[in-house]
Structures are given as structure tokens and as C-alpha cells.
């Protein structure tokens, strides 16, 4: 696809060698004559601090795509088009490359046979991975992973997701979406979400699962967001630095922030109750 921008260039270099009229070149070209004319303004200081603010982003932040840094710029105070961030990012090279893609690997482990993938009535366990096929190990880490499922009493559900790289810890979020699916016309959510997790295999002693200090919860994970004024701050501050979707207001939804070292782990949904039925969305994000 050729652009405006383009379509002049090449109308003026054959009108600048005589070669035909400003006439010709642009009814030969599709370029409207008003096109040829048009002059670009200036770039105002907002827009240079704005690009500025872009391309510093996505350097320091190489796995981000356009869409995480568009999330990211309004708490920067800045605010543009989606689009906008494209174009600045594919101006600068600025795309994602394969020395930062991330390591990750899930597995869905559906006990009820109306959950699994096989028509058939039999239980299915499929194995989904994702791996990279270069790149520096150091930079791989989890991104994100989300799943919707339908959790339903008796029928636990279980998948794992592998954080590599050379980090001793990496801070992760983990949310247990619910009542605030209500936002995407989702109905049927499940009103008290619950989940855990589980480390497998620890690459030491020193692995596992450590929430952080800030968040002040209650007793295990996977209590409510809104349980208390300091955890609703911090989560709220968290899913957005991840450009997670806000959760509504005093929801029953679970969140957590904790560091995790490299290594094996496994969520399982297995609600207790009624009210722990329904569709849940389960989201683990790396915080940067």
C-alpha cells in the first residue's frame, strides 16, 4: 500500500526531471492535487514530549507491545491514539524482537468431561506451550497468560505456567476474575472466585511463593482485593503498571502480588461453594 506521503514524492521527483505537467503526475498517481500542496506542521511541544515519552518506554520496557505502552502512557499524564503509538514505535524500530520473547508453558487439566476438548465424553488433558527459539535467557520471563474456564464444584481445574530466566525473582500478578466480567457482558461469572497455587519444582531451597510485604493480606492467597484500604491501593497501582483492566469497584475478585523465583507452578480452581461457581478468568501477568 502506497501513502500520500509517497505519492508525492514520486509525483514531485517526475515533475522536478519535466517529465509531465503537476496535472499529469497527479491524476497518473490517484494523488488529489490538494495532497501535493499540503504542507505538515510542526511538531507542538506535547507531541515531542509525547514520542519522546514512547520510545523511552519501549526501550526500557523491550517486551512491551504498543498496546501495553498505549496503557501505560496515562499515568505518565500523557494520552493519544493507539494508532499514534504504532506509528512512533515502527518509525523508531522499535518492535518487539525474538531476544525478548518469553517462556511459558500451561496445561488445562479438565476432570469434568463436559469442560474438556473431546466430543466424544472422555476427560481431555491438553498440553498448550509456547517456547522461544532464540534469545537471551536472561530476558525471558512470563508476560502474560490468561484463561476463562467455567469452574464448577467437583471439577477442579488445573494448569502450570514456567517462569525461566537467570532472575532470582520476578514479580508476578495473579487475579482471579469474577463479578467484574460483568463489564465484557459475561453473565454468568462466578460470584466469590477462588484459586490456588503451588510451586513444583523449585529450582532450590530458596524457591517458592512469597507475597509481598506491602499488600498486608490475611491469611493465604487468593484473598479479596478490596479486603482491606492498603491491598485495594496496591492492586489497583499493580494491574495497571501490568495493563491489566480494572476491577469494579469493592468486587469480590481475587488478586495477588507476589515474587516468584524461576521454576514450575501450578493454579488449580476447585470452589468449595455455590458461590464459587460460574466463569472465572484467571490472569498472571509480570510486573515491570
Known amino acids: ?3 500520500p506521503a509517497q505519492k508525492r514524492r514520486a509525483a514531485r521527483s517526475v515533475v522536478d526531471a519535466d517529465r509531465c505537467t503537476r496535472r499529469q503526475a497527479c491524476r497518473y498517481l490517484g494523488l488529489p492535487r490538494s495532497t501535493w500542496h499540503y504542507a505538515p506542521l510542526p511538531p507542538t511541544p506535547r507531541q515531542i514530549q509525547l514520542e519522546r515519552e514512547i520510545v523511552a518506554l519501549s526501550r526500557h520496557h523491550p517486551r512491551y507491545g504498543y498496546r501495553r505502552i498505549h496503557a501505560v502512557l496515562p499515568r505518565k499524564g500523557l494520552k493519544c491514539a493507539l494508532r499514534t503509538v504504532q506509528r512512533v514505535r515502527r518509525r523508531e524500530g522499535l518492535q518487539i ?4 520473547n518469553n517462556l511459558s508453558s500451561f ?3 479438565f476432570t469434568d468431561p463436559y469442560q474438556g476438548f473431546r466430543d466424544d465424553g472422555l476427560e481431555g488433558k491438553p498440553l498448550f506451550s509456547l517456547y522461544p527459539t532464540g534469545g537471551n535467557a536472561s530476558t525471558r520471563g512470563l508476560v502474560n497468560m490468561s484463561v476463562l474456564i467455567h469452574a464448577k464444584i467437583g471439577a477442579p481445574c488445573s494448569f502450570g505456567f514456567v517462569i525461566g530466566g537467570t532472575a532470582p525473582w520476578r514479580e508476578i500478578l495473579i487475579r482471579a476474575v469474577g463479578p467484574s466480567l460483568a463489564q465484557f457482558g459475561i453473565s454468568d461469572f462466578a460470584m466469590i472466585p477462588t484459586y490456588s497455587i503451588s510451586n513444583v519444582t523449585p529450582p532450590s531451597p530458596a524457591g517458592g511463593v512469597f507475597s509481598l510485604p506491602s499488600l498486608e493480606l490475611p491469611g493465604t492467597l487468593g484473598t479479596s482485593w478490596s479486603a482491606n484500604a492498603s491491598s485495594t491501593a496496591t492492586l489497583t497501582a499493580e494491574s495497571a503498571r501490568a495493563g491489566a ?3 469494579l469497584q469493592g468486587s ?3 488478586a495477588d502480588a507476589v515474587l516468584l523465583s524461576p521454576g514450575t507452578y501450578t493454579i488449580t480452581v476447585s470452589p468449595h461453594a455455590s458461590a464459587g461457581e460460574g466463569s472465572e478468568l484467571i490472569e498472571v ?3 515491570e
Do not use: G, I, R, W
Not at 524482537?97 to 525478548?100: F, H, P, V, Y
Open 285 to 287: 501477568y509480570e510486573v
Open 107 to 109: 496445561v488445562l487439566n
Open 1 to 3: 500500500m502506497v501513502s
Open 245 to 247: 483492566f480494572p476491577f
Open 252 to 254: 469480590a475478585d481475587k
Open 97 to 100: 524482537t525474538s531476544d525478548d
